[in-house]
């Protein structure tokens, strides 16, 4: 029996993979780790081993993680410079501490660069390559709700889509698909030292604009404007126009044992769940 601990349970992309693993394996071979244990508590009259565990208190670890042969790090929230890499420093050393034969991380794509948003990403590979653990490195794409979410607002208000990269293509991947991959690695064979690039479908945003006429069955145009223009995303697309997501990988879609979804159906899925 292999006893597997998932952290951020009580998060979107930890709760679908600890979903997922209960179709996988028994749940009396999972440990959901969380701040807050009554946020997880349907998990217990389900079966499944419920342990705080703080990433701000190592001595919390010690616990969470006892008897756990395979650790999911679901990646910190707190963005703030410099937190994330002294969380998941006290994550790793404490695993190592524990017993823990294999960590697997939730990265990001471009984190060999260590530049920017990455450092943190960059910083935790390494000190995972270098705890003696054996190791799974998952470095996820964007998600795509984050730029349908906005698109969809974008066209109920006025009819279209704006974005500055006119028909550059971009990269991203539902979360579910990110989250179910996850779910493959830790229940499956053959990960071993593996770092995988999770990048979905490229697109483009007049086929983000299309695709959103087709499933709202109304016309959305598309309309270039400045970065200023195009409100938080702006950030990113100099990026975008750099070609930084225009690469894709078959590594999602091999983990899924499918193709990634598509935009119609993350389209689809994101208006059934948010109800817009």
Known sequence: MT?????????????????????????????????????AADLTGRGVEVRHGDYDDPASLDTAFGGVDLLLLVSGSDLTPGVRVVQHRTVVERAAKAGVRRI??????????????SADHAATEKMIGESGLTYTVLRNTLYSEAFVGTALAQANETGEVVSSIA??????????????????????????????????????????AEALAKVLRRPVAYREVTDAEAGW????????????????????????????????????????????
Do not use: C
Not at 12 to 36: K, Q, Y
Not at 187 to 198: K, R, V
């Open 104 to 117: 697997v991380y939730t990265s990001a794509i471009g984190a060999e660069s260590g530049q920017g948003s």
């Open 167 to 208: 028909s550059r293509p971009l990269n991203t991947a539902r979360l579910r698909d990110l989250a179910l991959a996850a779910g493959a690695v830790l229940s499956g064979s053959g990960h071993d030292n593996a770092t995988y690039e999770l990048r979905g479908p490229l697109w483009t945003y007049p086929e983000l």
């Open 233 to 276: 995303l702006g950030s990113l697309f100099p990026m975008v126009r750099a070609g930084a997501f225009a690469r894709t990988t078959p590594d999602l879609s091999r983990l899924l044992g499918r193709p990634a979804t598509g935009l119609e159906d993350t389209i689809a899925a994101f208006i059934e769940r948010v109800g817009a």
């Open 3 to 39: 006893k597997i601990a998932i952290t951020g349970v009580t998060g979107n992309f930890g709760r679908i993979v600890i979903e997922d693993l209960l179709t996988r394996v028994s749940p009396g071979d999972l440990v959901a780790v969380v701040r807050t244990s009554g946020k």
